[in-house]
């Protein structure tokens, strides 16, 4: 039964070949384009550093480095931009993450033993403060390199090179020196302190991490590490919906802006009937539910306004509303899920815009009504800002709307919106050897994989 209920949906989902382009919506090409923009136009052409946040001054995320990456092959094939330009600005950004001084020194260092600083100066490219060296962070920057390389497959100078420096950045991580509680991946460490006490496990944003870590040639980790991830999951039913649990939205999309997982199953899935596009699509309509049953009375939730994931907030304070306390946070984790509720009231477009692939039925909509009911007051130059809340008291009746733009939560917005239009990264990345040798070491099968 299991087996015909995954066929079905399989059906469904993938009966819309992704090799064809479906039309684009004006709202979603507008939105694509100045979110697009973000990476463009804001990250420093010497270094290929992308700010974490804009405008609101600040270091560069390696993190918002990869989806940068990625999204200059979205500007090539919308002819936002030239493939010379784009190939420009990946050259130069590879070159600088090669070249950039890996070592133990906590000033004087991008990363060390392969991988990077969460954060970096945005023209030094030095460690920012005292940040981690961190593997999830290091990864995405990973995924955005992978997808150029394959991407830029000419026979020239330039494009040969942004292959050969590719490969060197990879293949000089040590993924088992990131081990220090085998067989699962620490989450980061810090020339002062060691290596971080939290481990990759539960489902979140790293299941990317543990594909590539057991592909890599040169330090890989053993297929134990990819047992021990899957064995910590919650598969639980949360407000109808059966299925991986993990709060906020993003883990559900992070991993899917690179790789398309329908149609191929590891042994867990296989067990549980779906894959992990559908378990996504499952926690995109879950946290559609919660929001709709607004079980803390927050204004504005709706089946067309809904959101929840990591995004900027008002502040950190408490109030008295309506005769009940009520916190809000700043950034926060937000999302919700069997797992923990981490809810304040404050909704982000890129927990809709980076899940449209999974579900374009209620997510289009869905962003085209944030859009009206704020009379476009939360979209600016670079796309919609990063979050708006309408229960916190200090707007006066007005909501609250984040003054920025956030790198990671613009990438996703692009990457979907193309992977839902034409699946480009996803046709590119089932070309990229380390990313077909990590599903099959994973125990993935089926679909384009078997084919591959």
Known sequence: MKILSF???????????QEQSRPMDPFLKDLQYKSFLYFWELTNPQNGLTPDRYPTKSFSSIAAVGFALSSYLVGIEKKFISREEAAQRVFATLKFFWEAPQGTDPEKCTGYKGFFYHFLDME??????????????????????????????QDNPLENQIRDYADKIYLRIDWKWMQARPPLVSMGWCPEKGFLESDWKGYNEAMILYILALASPTHPVSHLSWEAWT????????????????SPLFGHQ????????????????????????INSRK????????CMANPSGFKGYSAEIWGLTACDG?????????????NFQTYWARGASLVEIQDDGTIAPTAVGGSIPFAPEICIPALKKMNEIHSGKIM??????????????KTKGNAWIGPDWLGIDNGPIVLMIENYHSGLL????????????????????GGWLDKN
């Open 7 to 17: 066929l079905l949906l399989l059906f469904l989902f993938c009966a819309h070949s």
């Open 124 to 153: 030094t490219g030095l460690r920012y403060k005292d940040v981690e060296l961190s593997s999830i962070d290091t990864t995405l920057l990973l995924a955005g390199i992978l997808s150029c390389q394959v991407y830029f497959d």
């Open 231 to 246: 064995k910590t999951y919650l598969w639980a039913e949360f407000y109808g919906q059966t299925h991986v649990n993990f």
């Open 254 to 277: 992070y991993s899917h802006v690179w790789i398309d997982f329908q149609g191929i199953q590891d042994e867990y899935m296989k067990s549980k009937g779906i894959d992990y596009f």
């Open 283 to 290: 926690a995109v309509y879950s946290n559609r539910a919660y």
């Open 314 to 326: 008002p502040e950190n304070a408490e109030y008295v509303l309506d005769g009940k306390k009520q």
């Open 380 to 393: 600016g130059k670079y796309g919609f800002y990063d979050a708006f809340n309408e229960t916190y008291p």
């Open 426 to 445: 996803w046709k590119w990345m089932k070309k990229c050897p380390y990313i077909v040798s990590g599903l099959k070491k994973a125990s993935f099968h």
